[in-house]
């Protein structure tokens, strides 16, 4: 079974890639991606997602430009695991913003989510 969700996955990713070759795909979901971020950033406050969603980035794309694998990525995005200093700026610099404003979203992204389990 994981082996299958592992394949779908990657079909998924390289459809996605597929989709954003093309230019003009491109920039309508980097659109719906910023539409989304300000939807995000409404109710949760500036969290990484919103950050990367803004800048127009799928997982793959911040994995590639911070020098991490998505999969790490998912999971602080999820909240499954802590930041480290490292990281923190890896994924500064690939967004072009301080250290402390990744902390800050990061923080945002953590106490939405234990309101919502309140």
Known sequence: ???ETGLEFMSMQN???KVRANP???AAMDRASA??????EAKMGETIVSLRSRHG???QELAEKSQLKQSYLSRIENHKCSLHNTTVS???????CTDEKICMA???QWKYLENKKA
């Open 1 to 3: 079974m994981a082996w």
């Open 15 to 17: 459809y996605i890639a």
């Open 24 to 26: 003009r795909r491109k």
């Open 35 to 40: 539409r989304i971020a300000v939807q995000l």
């Open 57 to 59: 980035l799928t997982q």
């Open 90 to 96: 890896k994924i500064a610099s690939a967004l072009g």
């Open 106 to 108: 990061f923080s945002n």
